[in-house]
């Protein structure tokens, strides 16, 4: 079993469909949404979820043209105070070219001598009050969950360990979560150390969460693991696949 979770697009699923009844597996319909939450961007992983359901695919497709414009508008600043060019140099340092963050623009930026480095950068550059400042348009964690289970779906935090949240944050995101009708963690995944395994179990325990494992792959040589080859979940885990 299989599931497809490309970050917030559904088009890869027909051909995925297709490859996993070719190799005899069974394929879970999923997708990653990008969510702010309290100032963090969260990765939210839907599964077995209905890929046509208008809501979540006109969701979707908000949040693409939304990264987009608020990358193109970045870029329009700066231009605005004689640094031109700065979009397609944000570009280069995008692993996926629709995905351009400020942190690409914060590495473009030092490579064009505009600051020593990327803090420099955000001192001078793209935070409020700042040249080059757009506001994040990311849906809420609300929103997401809302278009996950209005198609049907599972909504699961994705590689959780790779937050910057304190305990008692963490606790506020995790009962947000379980109240808004979120099913399951990420316990083992390609972006967790061996002990964030165990850390997370606990948690999931705590908060009565199903566990899933995720090995992040991006595309031959740029995962952390390769596809199904992530360990085991840790003993005490109910997995999310029960569920499919
Ligand atoms: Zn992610």
């Given at each position: 079993m299989l599931a497809l979770t490309d970050h917030d697009e559904l088009k890869g699923l027909p051909a995925a469909r297709e490859a996993a009844a070719h190799w005899g597996l069974r394929l879970i319909d999923g997708v990653e949404i990008s969510v702010l939450w309290e100032e963090v961007t969260l990765h939210i992983v839907g599964l077995?979820?209905?890929?046509?359901q208008t809501a979540l695919v006109e969701g979707l497709a908000a949040v693409r043209t939304g990264r987009e414009q608020r990358a193109q508008r970045i870029a329009q600043s700066l231009d605005a105070i004689g640094i031109p060019g700065t979009l397609e140099g944000a570009r280069r340092y995008a692993?996926?070219?629709?995905?351009?963050?400020r942190a690409h623009f914060a590495r473009y930026l030092v490579e064009a001598g505009q600051a020593p480095d990327t803090n420099a950068v955000f001192r001078r550059f793209l935070?409020?009050?700042?040249?080059?400042f757009v506001p994040h348009q990311w849906p809420t964690l609300a929103e997401a969950l809302g278009w996950i289970h209005g198609a049907g779906g599972i909504a699961v935090i994705a590689h959780p360990g790779r937050y910057d949240l304190g305990a008692a944050q963490c606790d506020r995101l995790l009962e947000e979560f379980v109240a808004l009708g979120g099913r399951a963690v990420e316990?083992?995944?390609?972006?967790?150390?061996p002990d964030e395994f165990v850390t997370w179990a606990r948690h999931a325990r705590r908060f009565g969460l199903l566990a899933s494992a995720g090995?992040?792959?991006?595309g031959p040589g740029e995962g952390y693991r390769d596809i199904g080859s992530v360990p085991a979940l840790p003993a005490g885990c109910e997995p999310v696949w029960t569920l499919f």
């Open positions: 077995a979820l209905d890929p046509q692993k996926n070219p629709e995905l351009v963050s935070t409020p009050g700042k040249p080059g316990v083992v995944t390609g972006s967790h150390a090995s992040d792959f991006h």
